[in-house]
Each structure stands twice: as structure tokens, then as C-alpha cells.
């Protein structure tokens, strides 16, 4: 705590002097203060002075029997409480008590009761605070001793009735304790502090205070208790068992290690032998910070696709009118989502549907046909409104905006009488389109029971996947399928045709063994480990936030401008003869002079500090930096 407001002082007093002394000076002062900075503890937070006055300036607050001699001149820590289940009538409610002041609570709640074991659960009556004739409820007791509990503090855990009036007036009796005569008879630790319900997120808040999980931990607890599907769910609990955090520190020790050579390098290279030389020394600082890079720009790669476990996949159904849409999403998600019609152009606007799809969140759209106006002989033409044009132009932005693209195609008969496959200009166009944003399509072929034994006739298929190639020919042949929506919906069908309800289902296999690969986590080709090892390392990065994924890209463009200001690629790379107006000359003569080129390496070591400040702020870990602007988002979440 001493060494790093000695720190801030050298540095702030630092850019004092450097206005009246020579700025080797100053940094050789600053320098003898880093190493308070660097040598610190990885784990370590924000020192006392930066908290916020109501939170927990020592690692955790002792217990009553403990906190006779406390400092009355630290900030008090009130005590508080919520509901930690969920609100509403029940079997049970859970009542949470964190502070100092948990003991008190339990004397005016339960008036001369034995004060409970630790972590042993005790049956009590509780008893209105103001008036102790009247009885609350029976509950189950439960008291945790600082600092090994969940928020590092003294908790008090009230397992009462769920009923709504039992919760409240408990919940309403509670501050009542500071003002009993029980209650000052108990007021060692909790002199000065004030029971008050919990905000938004404080428990978990004063558990990161206490050391007692990380702030990606706490995120990954936010994760938990939003998760809505499988895939969530096994997210949520990979990102509180990753060991993220314990990676990014690691990275911020190398750039914190690198910065002070870098300064040591600028400070006294006229003074010490360095057993490589400066051009060596940068070649070798940034050969660890490319590999560093690398490490970024792969972790923010894969926490795109962690976002898509997270907020879902975004999948549009993209077709000509009268092509099944609208029927394939009602049978995917089991209800008449879409109003199907023989008409066409049913459908104008987006119609959006949410569905747990094999444990992943699967966000359809189902939007207009793509059609053209398109003239006749005799002069007549198909006539498409405004709204529906609306609908169309809606319908191709929002197939670029998706993750996967189904190309819905239809059997439709000929004037022959024949059976035919055909794709319109819109709908080719809109599809290639995609294929060149590079988003992942899906192309179904519907209306399949039109044909007798389709699915059995090889050179029938391969004839119509012959011609979706020559439409498509980005197009991988496994990502073409051919169901019949109205089969599955028990219609008339072929009989030979609808091996499983018109082969949706193995559609829709097809679409989660999609859904696998693109959330799959990349992995480098650099790293000579087996296939599943390398998979091992990178899966923890799906869990990445978005919040935290905004500091490493921050991170990773402070990493970028010290490359470029590296000059350890030049030739020669810090010193050159000043003396000689050849050039041929100067490379072939010893080094005599050198360059000014101290200010690259201290904007260089500057880019370095930066980026481990970034690397700070996602763990809210660290010597300095703003992390107190971050709490607050994350933890009211």
C-alpha cells in the first residue's frame, strides 16, 4: 500500500522536475520507484486509498471476537442484506447477511439465544426487533465466520417461509436491530456501521473487494444465472473454471517486465555492460511481443464465436415466395410461428423466433420471398407493391447481418408436367452475396415428396445438386439438403418418401453440427501440442466478454504501434556513423555516434505500459489504472 502512493508521488513529482532537469535524471528517479510497482504481487488490487469509502479497505473484515482493536480511522463497512432467492411465493426464502454486523443482527432477531456454532445449522424462532413478544417465523440459522466465506465478510444466512408476508416482515425487521438494546449491547464491530438493504450486484461486488474471485469470474457468474440454454449454461460454467484471469496477469507481467528493461536500457546503457546488445536486446523484446499478439488476436477471434453461444445465433431464411419458409420455421420451432398461405407474399416484414435448437440459442428470421417484376407476351406483369419491395431490400440486408443463411429452395412443376428445380436472379444474387460476406449457407430443397423415391435416386439428386453448384459454387456438397415441410406436417404425401416426418429432423442435425463448427474455439497451428491439448487451451476464450474482448483489442493495438516503433528490424538498427556523407561507408565503418532515437524507445515503452493497462482493467487487478469506471457495469449486471 506504501509502495504504490510512494510510486505515484515519485511519478507525480517527476513531471515537476522534468520541466527544470535533464530527462535522463528524472527517469533514473522514476526507476527507482518501479520496481515497488513491479515486484508487487500478481494478485494484489487496488490499493486502499483508490476504494470507494464504503467498501472493505482490509482483505476482509474479521469477525466480532477479532475486531477489538480496528482503526477508527478506517471507513466503516455497512452491513448488508437481500432476498438471495427468487422473489414470490415459495416453499422457502433465503435471507443473506453480510457485514459486521451479523451477530447484532442474530441478537435482536433471536433475543437471548446462544450465539449459533459456525457453518452448523441451528432451528430459531425469530422475533420483531421492536417487539420482542411477537413472533415472526422459524427458520434455519446458518452463521459464516470472515474471511473464508463467499463475500470475505461475516454472513448470516436465514432460511425462513416463502410465504410474501413471512419475506417482508423479516426483511422489514432487520434494520431494526441497530436500535435494540440487544443490538448495543453487541456493537463492538458494528459501532459506526449501518444495516442497509444490499444494491444491485454488492455481494458479489464485495466478494472481488475481499480477493475472494476474479472480476472474469464475477462475469462468468453473471453468465450462470442468465443462461437459458445447454450451451449457455456450459459457457457460463467453463468461464468460472478457465482460469482466464490468471492468463491475463501472466501477460501483464511479461509487459511489465519488458517495459522495465526497456527503461533500463534507456536509463543506463551509458553506464552498465549489457550482456546483449540494444539491437539484440529490441529484436528479442519484440520477438516476445509478436508471440504476444499472436495470443491476442486469436482469443479476440474466438470470443466472436463465444458471443454467438451467448446471444444466440442469428439465422435467416432466405427464399423465393411460396418456397416453405414460413412452414419450415413453424415445424422447427413446433407452433404456427408464420402464417402460411398459398398466396404469395404472404410474409412482408421480419418475423423473428427464439428457440433452444440442441442446446444452442437459435434466433430465426423468417422474411419476404425475393422475387422480381417480371413481364409477359400479352404485356401483363407481376406487380409487387412498395411494402413488399420494403420487405425484400429488409429481407437481404438482414441475410448479411446473420451468422447462417438457409437457401430455401421448392420442387415446383413444370408446364410439361415434369418436376423442376429452378432458383430466381434475387435469390441467386442475395446468396452469392452472402457466400462473399463470407457467412455460412445452408441450402434445402423443399417440396421433395413431389418426387417418388427422391431421396434413393442418386443421379436425380446429383442431378439438382449439379445445378445448385453451377448457381453456387462456393457451396459445400454436405450443406445441401433435400425434407418436405408438408410431409412432416402429416399432409399427402409420397409414401415411399418421409423416412423421418419428411427429413427434418436430420435437417436439423445438419444445422447443430453447423452450429458446432462455428462456434468451435480456433486454435494455433504454432503451438506443437495434440489436436485435443490445443482445443484444452483455447476453449476458455469462447467465455471472453464483450467487455473484456473491448481491452484486449485495445491491448492488441498498443501492441501494434510498439511494433512499429521497434526499431530493431532497422539496419543498423540504433546507431549509425553521423560523421560520413556515404552511405556505403557508414555500413561498412565502426559505429562511432549515436542517434537520437531514445524518444522511439520511450514511446515504444510507453505503448508497453498502455497495454498492460488494458490487460489490468479486464481483471481489475494491477499497480494503476482507471478500473474503477468497469466495476460498477460489470456488477450491477
Known amino acids: 500500500m506504501l509502495g504504490g502512493s510512494y510510486a505515484r508521488f515519485i511519478d507525480s513529482s517527476c513531471f515537476l522536475i522534468s520541466r527544470m532537469f535533464n530527462r535522463s535524471v528524472v527517469r533514473r528517479l522514476s526507476l527507482l520507484a518501479r520496481p515497488l510497482l513491479v515486484g508487487r504481487a500478481p494478485t494484489q488490487y487496488l490499493p486502499w486509498a483508490s476504494r470507494p469509502p464504503t467498501l472493505p479497505a482490509r482483505r476482509h473484515v474479521s469477525s466480532p471476537s477479532a475486531s477489538l482493536t480496528r482503526r477508527k480511522d478506517l471507513p466503516t463497512v455497512d452491513t448488508i442484506y437481500a432476498l438471495s432467492t427468487a422473489p ?28 449459533p456454532n459456525p457453518r452448523v445449522a441451528s432451528l430459531r424462532k425469530l422475533y420483531d426487533p421492536t417487539s420482542p413478544s411477537t413472533h415472526l417465523d422459524r427458520a434455519i440459522v446458518l452463521y459464516f465466520p470472515a474471511p473464508s466465506t463467499v463475500t470475505g465478510e461475516d454472513i448470516l444466512e436465514l432460511h425462513i417461509h416463502g410465504g410474501p408476508a413471512i419475506v417482508r416482515s423479516v426483511l422489514a425487521a ?177 418475423v423473428d423466433v427464439s428457440v433452444d435448437l440442441g442446446g444452442w440459442l437459435v434466433r430465426f428470421g423468417d422474411m419476404a420471398g425475393l422475387r422480381t417484376m417480371v413481364a409477359s407476351a400479352a404485356g401483363s406483369a407481376t406487380i409487387i407493391g412498395e411494402i413488399e419491395k420494403e420487405g425484400i431490400r429488409r429481407a437481404r440486408a438482414r441475410a448479411l447481418q446473420s451468422d447462417v443463411v438457409i437457401v430455401l429452395l421448392s420442387l415446383e412443376p413444370n408446364v410439361d408436367g415434369t418436376i423442376g428445380l429452378s432458383m430466381n436472379d434475387e435469390v441467386r444474387d442475395a446468396a452469392s452475396e452472402c457466400l462473399s460476406a463470407g457467412k455460412t449457407l445452408v441450402v434445402a430443397v423443399n417440396k421433395a415428396d413431389l418426387i417418388p423415391d427422391l431421396l434413393a435416386s442418386q443421379s436425380t439428386k446429383a442431378a439438382m445438386q449439379r445445378y445448385i453448384y453451377n448457381a453456387l459454387p462456393d457451396i459445400p456438397k454436405e450443406n445441401i439438403h433435400f425434407m418436405s415441410c408438408k410431409s412432416a406436417a402429416g399432409g399427402s404425401a409420397t409414401q415411399n418418401f418421409s423416412p423421418n416426418e419428411g427429413n427434418i429432423p436430420s435437417f436439423l442435425h445438419l444445422l447443430t453440427e453447423t452450429f458446432t463448427t462455428l462456434t468451435a474455439a480456433l486454435t494455433s497451428p504454432e503451438n506443437a501440442i495434440s489436436p485435443a491439448d490445443a482445443q484444452a487451451y483455447w476453449l476458455p476464450s469462447l467465455t471472453i466478454t464483450d467487455r473484456q474482448r473491448a481491452y484486449l483489442a485495445a491491448c492488441l493495438a498498443h501492441l501494434e504501434d510498439f511494433l512499429s516503433e521497434c526499431p530493431a528490424a532497422a539496419t543498423p538498427p540504433l546507431y549509425h556513423s553521423s560523421d560520413s556523407e556515404n552511405i556505403n561507408d557508414s555500413l561498412s565503418q565502426p559505429v562511432d555516434t549515436q542517434v537520437e532515437v531514445e524518444v522511439d524507445i520511450v514511446t515504444a515503452a510507453e505503448h508497453l505500459r498502455h497495454a498492460a493497462l488494458c490487460l489490468a482493467k479486464i481483471t481489475g487487478r494491477g499497480e494503476g489504472g482507471d478500473v474503477e469506471d468497469v466495476l460498477s457495469v460489470v456488477f450491477e449486471k
Open 174 to 350: 432487520i434494520p431494526q436491530c441497530s436500535n435494540t438494546a440487544q443490538g448495543r449491547s453487541r456493537r463492538r464491530t458494528a459501532e459506526y456501521s449501518h444495516i442497509r438493504p444490499a444494491d444491485a450486484g454488492e455481494f458479489t461486488k464485495r466478494a472481488f473487494y475481499n480477493n475472494r474471485l476474479s472480476l472474469p469470474e464475477a462475469e462468468a457468474l453473471g453468465d450462470a444465472l442468465a443462461a437459458e440454454t445447454e450451451q449457455q449454461r456450459r459457457l457460463a460454467v467453463l468461464g468460472a473454471e478457465s482460469g482466464l484471469s490468471e492468463r491475463y496477469e501472466s501477460w501483464r507481467e511479461l509487459l511489465l517486465h519488458a517495459r522495465g528493461e526497456l527503461e533500463a536500457l534507456i536509463d543506463f546503457s551509458e553506464d552498465q555492460h549489457f550482456d546483449e546488445s540494444p539491437a539484440e536486446f529490441m529484436a528479442s523484446v519484440a520477438e516476445q511481443v509478436s508471440a504476444l499478439q499472436r495470443q491476442l488476436k486469436l482469443h479476440i477471434a474466438n470470443a466472436t464465436r463465444g458471443e454467438l453461444l451467448r446471444q444466440g445465433i442469428r439465422v435467416a431464411l432466405l427464399g423465393a415466395p411460396n418456397a416453405g419458409k414460413s412452414s419450415l420455421l413453424n415445424r422447427i420451432v413446433g407452433r404456427e410461428a408464420a402464417i402460411v398461405s398459398a398466396e404469395e407474399g404472404t410474409t412482408r416484414d421480419i
Open 88 to 115: 414470490g411465493r415459495a416453499a422457502i426464502a433465503i435471507i443473506r447477511i453480510s457485514g459486521p454486523a451479523c451477530l447484532d443482527i442474530y441478537g435482536g432477531l433471536c433475543p437471548n439465544k446462544a450465539f
